[in-house]
């Protein structure tokens, strides 16, 4: 049994596709540049709001992507998350943690007011240990600085931890680290695609990371 686990957010804990496209979509009107479509906004997800915007303007654009960038950071940190939601049997496995005493995180590549503003409409109730986004001063996943600086915050060594996520970063950042990692099917990468950037163990659902964790 691990002492403590690190969760990705997008596609791991939260599934927030929808959400993350209608402030994208509502971006791109702003600026009089073509919307992007659900399969796009998909395998845009995972590396920073910088890299979202980034694909999703186009090299054309490129110029333009500070401004772009900021006005999307600041209408998506005043979202309802009103489209999000939790995955089936998430809610049974994170209050398991909780009762063996698994200690709990997140580490995103989110924005930290947009991953803190997920925790409170979202997670309040499961009392998470530590809640880290995108902040200056800590580089994105899969840097170990990132990794690291939640270990310290847990208080827990490499060896008693786990990482979930769903996508390639959260492979690497566990690598990094030399750190076990578990991917999830449910998310926005496929099984091949995970394959593909190293991962070994997989999860097709809730029940099935809870055994990965507990044993």
């Given at each position: ?10 596609g ?10 209608a402030?994208?979509?509502h ?42 960038l ?7 940190a005043k979202?309802?998350n009103?489209l ?16 063996r ?6 580490l ?16 309040e ?10 902040t ?8 170990p600085?990132s ?11 490499v ?25 999830v ?31």
């Amino acid at each position: 049994m691990y002492k403590a686990v690190i969760f990705d957010l997008d596609g791991t804990l939260l599934d927030s596709l929808n959400d993350i496209l209608a402030v994208l979509n509502h971006t791109l009107d702003k600026f009089g540049l073509p919307r992007i479509t659900r399969g796009q906004a998909q395998s845009y997800i995972g590396d920073g709001a910088r890299e979202l915007v980034r694909l999703a303007i186009g090299k054309d654009n490129a110029h333009r992507l500070d401004e772009i960038l900021a006005y999307y950071k600041t209408e998506y940190a005043k979202s309802d998350n009103g489209l999000a939601s939790l995955y089936e049997g998430e809610e049974e496995a994170l209050y398991a943690l909780k009762e063996r005493s698994v200690k709990i995180a997140i580490l995103t590549n989110k924005p930290h007011n947009a991953a803190m503003r997920a925790n409170g409409i979202f997670f309040e109730r499961f009392a998470f240990d530590c809640v880290q986004g995108q902040t200056e001063g800590i580089p994105l996943k899969p840097s170990p600085q990132s990794v690291n600086y939640v270990l310290d915050k847990l208080g827990v060594k490499v060896k008693d931890c786990l990482f979930v996520g769903d996508g390639e970063a959260d492979i690497k950042a566990a690598e990094s680290v030399g750190m076990d990692c578990v991917s999830v099917l449910w998310g926005y990468r496929t099984k091949e695609q995970l394959k593909a950037a190293g991962a070994t163990r997989f999860a097709e659902n809730f029940k099935k990371l809870r055994h990965e964790i507990l044993g």
